[in-house]
Nanobody, 122 residues
Framework: VQLQAFGGGLVQTGGSLRLSCAAS????????MGWFRQAPGKEREFVAA????????YYADSVKGRFTISRDNAKKTVYLQMNSLKPEDTGVYYC????????????????WGQGTQVTVSS
């Protein structure tokens, strides 16, 4: 499975961005798609996850009510709509995939895309 993330950028506090992650290859082997982020000097952390089948979602507490993960099965693309952005949302955002319903179990994700930078200015 190959993943390509894009859509990052610079936005002011309170603004919005939508990230996209396009999947190709053996996508049927990747039941869960997730978004993670990594701020400078910090560990990579879970943001949100979704199942290709059924669309079940799971969010980190820090983004609940502000971020929405969705998917388009026909386009094999997962989205992360980010609203009410805060400076602490700044980081490199990665999409990832893996078999099973992984939610926030970062070490079980098998496939990773390149990151896309999100910067929220205060």
């Amino acid at each position: 499975v190959q993943l390509q993330a894009f859509g990052g950028g610079l936005v002011q506090t309170g603004g919005s961005l939508r990230l996209s992650c396009a999947a190709s290859g053996r996508t049927f082997s990747s039941e869960t798609m997730g978004w993670f982020r990594q701020a400078p000097g910090k560990e990579r952390e879970f943001v949100a996850a979704i199942r290709w089948s059924g669309g079940t979602t799971y969010y980190a507490d820090s983004v609940k009510g502000r971020f929405t993960i969705s998917r388009d099965n026909a386009k094999k693309t997962v989205y992360l709509q980010m609203n009410s952005l805060k400076p602490e949302d700044t980081g490199v955002y990665y999409c990832a995939g893996g078999s099973g319903w992984l939610r926030m179990r970062i070490h079980e994700y098998e496939y990773w895309g390149q990151g896309t930078q999100v910067t929220v200015s205060s």
